[in-house]
């Protein structure tokens, strides 16, 4: 068979898999007949209620000079550990705002940063396309930094995500701009799988964000440039187990349901959608309306509540929203109240425990807020 035939038999075939997956797609669409906010609408369910003390800046962390990028919290939730364009990790403690470490990168272009379980160790990556492990018990060098534990070095592009495995300090997940995603054993260095790549059920561009299933540690979702999110089962590395279609940008964000049933996106489509794992099926979009001079804002950073019945969301234009998930309703928008950030929202994060929710912006700060007043953790 000449190089021509095959040219022709390879566009022949794109082509047709491109006219199956928009049949998939109207297909999809007319298996939607519903979301959860029109059912819950039609069962009479009321939307949460916020008053202006319910949630509230209580603290401001500043101490970084550039850019905050990322964020984590600690289980044992009164530490967060941030990563910032000034090449600096600092751990602070979140009820007294003190820093704790602030930890010289070896690159300073720092995209990802994530606590292990136990709190003893953080991971961070970026452009240098290694992840790099701190030991915080570690002692410091003679200039006084904290030096590298383990570097874990395979990917061919830069780290844009990590996540430890919970309840384990041993595995960690990254995702990359090669299009892959990797199983780490940090004591050993070695990558125990890889997820995509060559495989053709992979990513077919840059993954920006991973979620591990906290339910089921084996499952984990991620999301990418190719617009799509995809449900992986770390077990089989050489095929995902579901993709997830719906988006017209960027899948910036993923975040498992408390549940572990169900995972939310945010994009550069300025929508977050709820999806379910069992069926593939999404089940609602969280949409920003409020447009300046018709540019959609990009949702950066996504996070459930405690109990899934919030959703908070964080844009490009300085807003964070607080979406009733049920209802599909912004309840709250933390970006209009006062001590509010002054930049674009880039990350956000809440407490193992639901009380607190903590913001990353461009605007070099990080703020806390807490849940005041009579109001609960929901």
């Known amino acids: 068979m000449s190089v021509s035939e095959l040219k022709e038999r390879h566009v022949a075939a794109a082509e047709t898999v491109n006219s199956l997956r928009e ?3 109207q297909k999809r669409l007319l298996l939607l007949d519903t979301d959860i906010a029109r059912y819950a609408t039609a069962q009479g369910r009321s939307p949460v209620s916020f008053g202006p003390t319910d949630l509230v800046c209580c603290r401001t962390l500043q101490g970084h000079t550039g850019k905050v990028y990322s964020l984590d919290w600690t289980p044992e939730r009164n530490r967060i550990v941030s990563a910032s364009q000034d090449g600096r990790l ?12 602030a930890i010289k990168l070896p690159c300073a272009w720092v995209m990802t940063c994530a606590f292990s379980p136990t709190g003893q160790s953080v991971a961070c990556g970026g452009l240098d396309s290694v992840c790099s492990i701190f ?6 060098d003679k200039d006084g930094n904290l030096p590298v534990s383990r570097m874990l070095s395979g990917h061919k592009g830069y780290v844009s995500s990590c996540q430890y495995v919970p309840d384990e300090d041993t595995h960690l997940i990254t995702s990359s701009g090669d299009h892959t995603c990797v199983l780490w054993d ?4 070695i990558r125990t799988s890889v997820f995509g790549g060559e495989f053709q059920s992979g990513h077919t561009a840059d993954v920006l964000s ?5 339910s089921n540690s084996r499952m984990f979702v991620s999301g990418s440039c190719d617009s799509t999110a995809r449900l992986w089962d770390t077990r ?16 910036n964000s993923v975040k498992f349901f408390p549940d572990g049933n169900r995972f939310g996106t945010g994009s550069d489509d300025g929508t977050c959608r709820l999806f379910d794992v069992r069926t593939g099926h999404q089940l609602q979009v969280y949409e920003h309306h409020q447009h ?6 990009h949702v950066t950073s996504i996070a459930f509540s405690i109990s899934g019945r919030l959703l908070f969301a964080g844009y490009s234009n300085g807003d964070c929203y607080v979406w009733d998930t049920l209802l599909a309703e912004v309840v709250l928008n933390l970006g209009s109240l006062q001590n509010s950030h002054e930049g674009r929202i880039s990350c956000l994060g809440l407490s193992a425990d639901g009380s607190a929710l903590c913001t990353g912006s461009s605007d070099t700060n990080l703020k806390i807020w807490a849940f005041g007043g009579h109001r609960k953790v929901i």
């Open 23 to 25: 049949l998939l797609k």
């Open 90 to 101: 600092i751990v602070w403690n979140a009820l007294t705002s003190q820093k704790t470490h």
């Open 135 to 140: 030991n915080l018990n570690s002692p410091t």
């Open 186 to 189: 940090i004591t050993t260095g």
């Open 210 to 214: 991973v979620s591990i299933n906290g």
């Open 236 to 251: 089989v590395a050489s095929r995902a187990v579901r993709t997830f279609h719906g988006h017209e940008g960027d899948v």
């Open 292 to 297: 300046v001079d018709n540019e959609i804002p």
